[in-house]
């Protein structure tokens, strides 16, 4: 059964760290492209970055949203078979269900991706 399962949220103060998992069972992740999208209360399901999958040897960071550039970091450990998403200096607007999921290559929109993981919840928040 292929599944995406997420973990690492929570609440944590403005300024704070986190650091999400996206892990993987019945497929390996180095053949896909896994990005992570966050979704906000009241709003669109948005793409906050990608890593491209798995050519020779490297991997590389396919594009940060806007809003999270210099502060969020995407990388890959192939021996556990899981995608991070490692977010600093966090702000009350990264407050969002974030999301996993997988597809062939990096792209900003939701359509591209065949396999999601649930979610889980970060909320930065003094």
């Known amino acids: 059964q292929v599944q995406l399962v997420e973990s690492g949220g929570g609440l944590v103060q403005p300024g704070g760290s986190l650091r999400l998992s996206c892990a993987a069972s019945?497929?390996?992740?180095?053949?896909?492209?896994i990005g992570w999208f966050r979704q906000a209360l009241g709003k669109e399901r948005e793409g906050v970055s990608c890593i491209s999958r798995r050519d020779g040897r490297t991997y590389y960071a396919d594009y940060y949203a806007d809003s999270v550039k210099g502060r969020f970091t995407i990388s890959r450990e192939h021996a556990k078979n899981t995608v991070y998403l490692q977010m600093n200096r966090l702000k009350p607007e990264d407050t969002a269900v974030y999301f996993c999921a997988a597809a062939p290559k990096c792209s900003a929109f939701r359509d591209e991706y065949d396999y999601w993981g649930q979610g889980t919840q970060v909320t930065v928040s003094s």
């Open positions: 019945g497929f390996t992740l180095d053949y896909y492209a």
